[in-house]
């Protein structure tokens, strides 16, 4: 009887230490959600940020910041915190802006900014469209100022004839 009792409680042992370590092994079968979190940025948004810009157009440019400092609201902070749900890996990211009143005066954090940023955005200049000489298109420029194509004058039709 004992050697049934001790091979009762071996088998026990052993069942519950293989179903405890199985959990670990059938973890990848359970599906976890990714869990983003705050302001998502993409490079294209904060390259568009320029030094001397008002809070209300930076706010325009990147949405409402997740922290305003609650002492001076002269420093925001955009913060981006991704946790993928398959392999556990996190994704931190922050951008701090400093305003000097309205005005923006200082941009740090983990995005890289602009080679145009130290540029006003009253002083920056849009990209020039080239344009051939003596477009027929462009009205300016052509050397009469007739229509390119006749109109043909149309009689209004009455109820009667466009009805019959």
Known sequence: MTIKKKSLTLLGAAALTLSLSSCGVF???????????????????????????????????????????????DT???????????????????????????ILAEVTGDYELSPEFDVPLNESKLPEINTPEGDPLIPEQRPQAE??????????????????
């Open 27 to 73: 973890d990848y079968l359970i599906y976890k959600p990714d869990i983003p979190q705050g302001n998502y940025m993409e490079k294209q948004q904060v390259e568009k940020l320029r030094i001397d810009m008002t809070k209300e157009q930076v706010e325009y440019v990147l949405g409402r910041p997740v922290l305003r400092d609650s002492f001076s609201d």
């Open 76 to 102: 925001w902070y955009y913060v981006y915190h991704y946790k993928s749900g398959r392999d556990a890996s996190i994704i931190h990211k922050e951008l701090i802006l400093n305003f000097n009143g309205d």
């Open 147 to 164: 229509p390119l194509i006749e109109e043909k004058a149309t009689q209004p039709e009455t109820l009667s004839e466009k009805f019959e």
